[in-house]
């Protein structure tokens, strides 16, 4: 985390970058698109803007990876605009916390940190 002179968190810039320049990540963790999700995610951003970036990094080949926000950049690609805002990182971002216990043996992935901390699985 970079903080300014007064101790402040620096936010990183974010840019505006073409989604024809955005490449998917080799090792997606999402499998599936809920097209009804999708929808809404669509109309919420239709509604309201995109409220969190996506997070992508630079390619050899002067392109951008995607590592944060596949849905975001489908419902963005859905309305028709050419331009998506992003945080351009240099790195992976950190792996997602997760408070669950877990056994030394089998720790949490990021999917099932999301599935147990997810409002729809807490009932």
Same mark, same amino acid.
């Not at 810039?13 to 698109?33: F, Q």
């Given at each position: 985390?970079?903080?300014?002179?007064?101790?402040?968190?620096?936010?990183p810039d974010v840019a505006l970058i073409p989604l024809a320049e955005i490449e998917p990540a080799g090792g997606r963790p999402r499998r599936r698109v809920y097209e009804q999700e999708l929808a809404a995610l669509t109309a919420? *951003?239709?509604?309201? #803007? $995109?409220?969190? @970036?996506?997070?992508v990094r630079r390619t050899a080949r002067?392109?951008?990876?995607?590592? +944060?926000?596949?849905?975001r950049l489908l419902a963005f690609?859905?309305?028709?605009?050419?331009?998506?805002?992003? *945080?351009?990182?240099? #790195? $992976?971002?950190? @792996?997602?916390?997760?408070?669950?216990?877990?056994s030394a043996s089998s720790p949490p992935t +990021?999917?099932?940190?999301r599935a147990r901390c997810s409002p729809r699985s807490r009932g």
């Amino acid at each position: 985390m970079t903080t300014t002179a007064d101790g402040l968190v620096a936010l990183p810039d974010v840019a505006l970058i073409p989604l024809a320049e955005i490449e998917p990540a080799g090792g997606r963790p999402r499998r599936r698109v809920y097209e009804q999700e999708l929808a809404a995610l669509t109309a919420s *951003i239709q509604e309201f #803007g $995109l409220l969190q @970036p996506i997070v992508v990094r630079r390619t050899a080949r002067q392109r951008y990876e995607l590592l +944060a926000g596949e849905r975001r950049l489908l419902a963005f690609r859905n309305l028709g605009h050419g331009r998506i805002p992003a *945080i351009i990182t240099a #790195g $992976l971002p950190a @792996p997602p916390a997760c408070p669950t216990r877990s056994s030394a043996s089998s720790p949490p992935t +990021a999917g099932t940190c999301r599935a147990r901390c997810s409002p729809r699985s807490r009932g």
